[in-house]
C-alpha cells in the first residue's frame, strides 16, 4: 500500500468500527427498555416512557451521524507531497558520456546541466561552486534552456590545459515551488590540449635555429665546470656520460657553425674536454666506462658489474672527437695539438681485443672485477653499427669483416623486411624498435646512399621512422594526444623511471628527441611535430635547455628532465637536415672511409 494513503485508511477503519458498536448499543437500549415496561408497573408512567424513547432515538440519531462522518465520496482524488528536485543528465560541449567525470575536454567548455523540475533562477548561483584541483575559483556565466530545467555553466575565460577542475551543485539549489536538491552533485573536468598558441609563430628557420640554439645550453652552459664533459642528466651532479659527451662535441661543432660562440670559444671548451679525457679518466684497455666522475675522472658504476669498459659509448665518445678533429683543422698550434690528443685517445682503444679471445664479435662490457661477466655480445640491429665502423677504422686494432659479418650481422640474421603500416622494415625487430637505433650511429654515419650486402642504410632509416609515426597516428592502443603531430617513441624518462619505448613497448609516452632527430629521414612529418611541441605544449615542455626529455598526455605528465643522450641528437640531427655538417666531417675521416669500404660499404661519400 502507498504510504500516503495508509493513514487515511487506518482513520476509516476507526469510524467503521465506532458505527457497529453504537448499533449495538442502540439495539441492546431498545431491548432493555421494553423489557422493563413490560415487566414493571412502575416504569409505565406517561413522562418516563417519553423520557425512554427520546434516549433511543438520540442513540439513532447519534448512529446516523457516525455513518453519515464516516463515508467519503469514492472519487475524491488522492493529495501528494510536492517530489523533491533532482539531477537528470549532464553534457560537456554536448557529449553526455554517462558519467560525472569528463577527461581531455576543450579550454572552452560549455557544461549543461538537466533537473527534473524547473529551477528557481535566483537560487543557481549561490549553489554552484567551480574550482580548479588548486582550490583557485574559476569565473563563470549561467543561463537557462528548456523551461529553466536546464542551467548552462560556461567559464567566463579559456581553462587552462592539463588541469583538472571540480564544479559542485549544492542542496541550495531550488525548484520554483521551493522543494530543495535532494543530493549534491559533484561533477569532475579535465581538460586536454589548449590549441592556442603559446609562443608568437616565427618562420621555420628561426624556429630550427631557436631550438638548436637553446638545445646546445644544455652542454655549454651545464658542462660540467671541471671536465667540460656532458652530465649525464640535469640532476647528476658530478656524474657525467661518456656517449652523452661524444653527442656534446658535435653539439659545440655545430654551435659554432651557427655562430651561437665562437671558434675560439668552443676550441677553449674542446682543450679541456680532451686534457680531461687525455690525463683524468680512467680508461680499460683504452675504452671509457659508461659513466665518470666529472671532478676526478673515477668511474662511476653504470650497474652492478658495470664497472668498466664500455666500447658501445666509447664508439659514440670517439664519433663525436673525430668529428671534432675534422673541424678544427687548421695550422694553428692550438689545433694541431687538439688533433694530436684525439688521435691519441682514438688510437688507444683496443677494439678487437673486445673480441673475447678472439670471438667474430665484439663485446659490450668488461669489468677489471667482474671480467666478461656480463656477457652482452654487440649484435644488430641496433644503436652500435658505429662501433663496429670505428673498430674496422682503427690503425693499431682494427677487426676484419669476418666479424662484423658473424658478429653484426649474424650472417644476415638481422634481416626483417616485413611489412608493418605497408612499409617494409630492411632490418631490426618487429616494428622496428626505439628510434634511437636510427640516431646515435648516424650522426656521424650518413645513411644517404650506404648500402651493403645486407641493406640500403637509406631505406632502413626512413621506413623505420615512418612505422614509428605511422603507428603513432593510427594509436592501437587508444592513448590521448597521439597524432600526427603528435608521435615519436625511443628511450627516455617516464613516469617514474625509464624505459625504451617503442611499438612494442608503448605506455603513452612522447620523445620530442624522437621526431626531432628524425627530421633528415621525415622532415615534413618532424617539423609538424616540432611545432606542435613548441607552439601548443611550449608552456609545458620547452624549459631552459630545450624540450624536456618526454611527456604524456593521458593521465597528462610532463618531465623535468633533461638527457644528454636525448638533447644532443637533436641539435645533430637537425643540422645534418639542414647543411650535412656532422656527417661530412665525421665520413671525410681517412680512417673512417677506409674501414667502411673493409666492411663492405658503398656509398658516394666512400
Known amino acids: 500500500m502507498n504510504q500516503l494513503h495508509e493513514p487515511l485508511f487506518n482513520w476509516f477503519l476507526l469510524l467503521a468500527l465506532l458505527f457497529q458498536l453504537s448499533i449495538v448499543v442502540s439495539l441492546t437500549c431498545t431491548f432493555v427498555l421494553k423489557a422493563a415496561i413490560k415487566s414493571a408497573r412502575f416504569w409505565r408512567t406517561p413522562v418516563l416512557i417519553i423520557t425512554m424513547k427520546n434516549i433511543f432515538s438520540f442513540l439513532i440519531a447519534i448512529s446516523l451521524i ?39 575536454i576543450s579550454v572552452n567548455t560549455t557544461i549543461r546541466l538537466s533537473f527534473n523540475k524547473p529551477l528557481k533562477q535566483s537560487s543557481v548561483n549561490s549553489s554552484i561552486l567551480f574550482n580548479a584541483a588548486t582550490g583557485t575559483a574559476v569565473p563563470f556565466n549561467i543561463s537557462f534552456e528548456n523551461n529553466d530545467t536546464t542551467v548552462l555553466i560556461r567559464p567566463s575565460s579559456s581553462l587552462s590545459g592539463f588541469t583538472n577542475y571540480t564544479i559542485i551543485i549544492s542542496s541550495g539549489l531550488q525548484s520554483i515551488s521551493g522543494t530543495s536538491l535532494k543530493n549534491s552533485v559533484n561533477i569532475i573536468l579535465r581538460t586536454g590540449i589548449d590549441s592556442a598558441d603559446k609562443f608568437p609563430l616565427i618562420t621555420d628557420n628561426a624556429l630550427l635555429d631557436l631550438v638548436q640554439r637553446q638545445t646546445f645550453k644544455y652542454f655549454w652552459d651545464f658542462g660540467h665546470p671541471v671536465s667540460g664533459l656532458a652530465r649525464e642528466r640535469n640532476t647528476s651532479g658530478d656524474l657525467v656520460t661518456t656517449g652523452g659527451t661524444g653527442f656534446g662535441i658535435m653539439a659545440i661543432v655545430t654551435a659554432i657553425h651557427r655562430n651561437f660562440i665562437t671558434k675560439a670559444e668552443g676550441l677553449v671548451r674542446m682543450q679541456k674536454i680532451v686534457g680531461f679525457l687525455k690525463n683524468n679518466a680512467r ?85 677489471p672485477d667482474y671480467n666478461w661477466e656480463i656477457n652482452h655480445a654487440i649484435k644488430g640491429w641496433n644503436e652500435a653499427l658505429v662501433t663496429y665502423v670505428l673498430a674496422a677504422s682503427s690503425p693499431s686494432y682494427s677487426i676484419s669483416k669476418m666479424v662484423y659479418d658473424n658478429g653484426w650481422a649474424s650472417n644476415g640474421n638481422m634481416r626483417n623486411n616485413n611489412i608493418y603500416f605497408g612499409v617494409q622494415l630492411p632490418l631490426g625487430p618487429p616494428l622496428g624498435g626505439p628510434l634511437f637505433f636510427e640516431h646515435y650511429s648516424f650522426l656521424g654515419i650518413n645513411p644517404f646512399g650506404l648500402s651493403d650486402q645486407y641493406a640500403n642504410y637509406q631505406t632502413q632509416v626512413i621506413n623505420h621512422t615512418k612505422i614509428n609515426y605511422e603507428y603513432s597516428k593510427a594509436n592501437p592502443q587508444n592513448y590521448y594526444g597521439y597524432s600526427s603531430s603528435s608521435w615519436g617513441l625511443t628511450a627516455s624518462d617516464i613516469p617514474n623511471g625509464y624505459t625504451a619505448s617503442s611499438p612494442t613497448n608503448d605506455i603513452g609516452v612522447i620523445a620530442p628527441t624522437a621526431a626531432l632527430s628524425s627530421m633528415p629521414y621525415t622532415p615534413i612529418e618532424s617539423l609538424n611535430a616540432l611545432k606542435f611541441f613548441y607552439y601548443k605544449l611550449g608552456d609545458k615542455i620547452w624549459k631552459e635547455y630545450g624540450f624536456v626529455d618526454a611527456f604524456k598526455l593521458s593521465d597528462p605528465w610532463f618531465a623535468n628532465s633533461f638527457l644528454a643522450i636525448d638533447q644532443g641528437p637533436i641539435i645533430v640531427m637537425i643540422e645534418n637536415y639542414r647543411s650535412g655538417l656532422l656527417w661530412n666531417l665525421f665520413t671525410s675521416c681517412p680512417e673512417v672511409k677506409t674501414g667502411m669500404r673493409n666492411l663492405g660499404f658503398t656509398a658516394p661519400y666512400l
Not at 74 to 90: K, M, N, Q, W
Not at 326 to 346: G, M, W
Request: hydrophobic share 40%.
Open 66 to 104: 457516525l455513518v453519515t462522518g464516516c463515508s467519503k465520496p469514492a472519487t475524491e482524488p488522492i493529495v501528494t507531497p510536492e517530489s523533491d528536485l533532482s539531477y537528470a543528465a549532464l553534457t560537456v560541449n554536448g557529449v553526455n558520456n554517462g558519467s560525472l567525470t569528463h577527461n581531455y
Open 283 to 367: 680508461t680499460f684497455h683504452g675504452a671509457f666506462p659508461h659513466w665518470l666522475n666529472g671532478a676526478t675522472g673515477a668511474v662511476i658504476p653504470f650497474s652492478a658489474k658495470d664497472n668498466g669498459a664500455d666500447l658501445v659509448e666509447t664508439s659514440f665518445l670517439m664519433q663525436g672527437l673525430l668529428t671534432a678533429r675534422q673541424y678544427f683543422n687548421s695550422a694553428d698550434a692550438n689545433e694541431v695539438a687538439l688533433r694530436n690528443d684525439i688521435n691519441t685517445l682514438f688510437n688507444a682503444v683496443e677494439w678487437s681485443w673486445f673480441r673475447k679471445n678472439n670471438e667474430n664479435v665484439l663485446y659490450w662490457h668488461w669489468s
